[in-house]
Nanobody
Framework: QVQFVESGGGLVQPGGSLTLSCAAS????????TGWFRQAPGKEREGVSC????????YYLDSLKGRFTISRDNAKNTVSLQMNDLKPEDSGVYYC?????????????????????WGQGTQVTVSS
């Protein structure tokens, strides 16, 4: 059974850092695009970052201004999201997702509708 598990969330002060990790079972993350999304209470789910198959391309939400970095660790079958200089508006539940087949080399998108498989999410709270 395909399963994604996010970890690394928590409570952090403004300006702090967190690294989220997405681990998959019965599924090879590197075969397809992987995305990170977040959802704050009362708001729609939004794409934060994505990485294409084999990691050749990465994309970020414009407002992040270089604070977040997405990466793959194929040996561990994980995708991580390093988040620096966190702000209260970064708070929400963070989800990882995979596009699944078909294979689309070199591209990925930030629309949730492009992703078929989702984890349960991990809470990130940025507050003093």
């Amino acid at each position: 059974q395909v399963q994604f598990v996010e970890s690394g969330g928590g409570l952090v002060q403004p300006g702090g850092s967190l690294t989220l990790s997405c681990a998959a079972s019965e599924f090879t993350l590197d075969y397809y695009a992987t995305g990170w999304f977040r959802q704050a209470p009362g708001k729609e789910r939004e794409g934060v970052s994505c990485i294409s198959r084999r990691g050749s391309s990465t994309y970020y939400l414009d407002s992040l201004k270089g604070r977040f970095t997405i990466s793959r660790d194929n040996a561990k079958n994980t995708v991580s999201l390093q988040m620096n200089d966190l702000k209260p508006e970064d708070s929400g539940v963070y989800y990882c997702a995979s596009s699944g087949p078909p294979v689309l080399p070199g591209i990925c998108g930030l629309s949730p509708y492009e992703y078929k498989y989702w984890g349960q999410g991990t809470q990130v709270t940025v507050s003093s």
